[in-house]
């Protein structure tokens, strides 16, 4: 099946695209190509053969796999919590523990799960900053004990 003169363009565009993007992921969406400023994104998660990307108020859905857009961020910037959702850790507020993982509570309100698979990831965040585990015991005790009576 040949391609058509639009198609033909788009990757070219996007080949060129890919090379100039630094601090931006470049994906291509309903015939687009879109330049994301890293610091926007808040999350990515996989939707069947898709892979939706929200960013603000913005929405993009694009044909690729979560493995593979992981493999694009920096590591230290985003972290996989669950096989479906890799997170922006600037815009985590609050990790909340249950049996089954941690629900994970981004700045505009969204909760997402995190499995247990990835548990490690998200104590990796307050783990590699001795003083933000001194600060995260205490309190942790205060508010078991506060649970347990309530």
């Not at 929200?54 to 796999?65: H, L, V």
């Amino acid at each position: 099946m040949k391609k058509s003169m639009v198609d033909q363009t788009l990757e070219i565009v996007f080949k060129i695209a890919k090379r100039t993007g630094e601090g931006r992921l470049i994906i291509k969406s309903c015939g687009k190509i879109v330049f994301i400023p890293i610091d926007e994104i808040d999350w990515i998660e996989a939707a069947a053969n898709y892979v939706r990307l929200i960013a603000g108020e913005n929405t993009y859905a694009f044909r690729d796999s979560l493995s593979a857009i992981a493999d694009k961020l920096d590591p230290s910037r985003f972290i996989r919590i669950h096989r479906s959702y890799i997170v922006n850790v600037s815009k985590i507020t609050e990790l909340q523990l249950r049996r089954d993982g941690f629900i994970v509570y981004l700045e505009n309100g969204k909760r997402l799960p995190a499995s247990k698979v990835y548990r490690s990831s998200l104590e990796s965040l307050w783990n590699n900053s001795a003083t933000a585990s001194r600060r995260h015991r205490s309190p942790e005790k205060t508010c078991n004990s506060q649970n347990q009576s309530e």
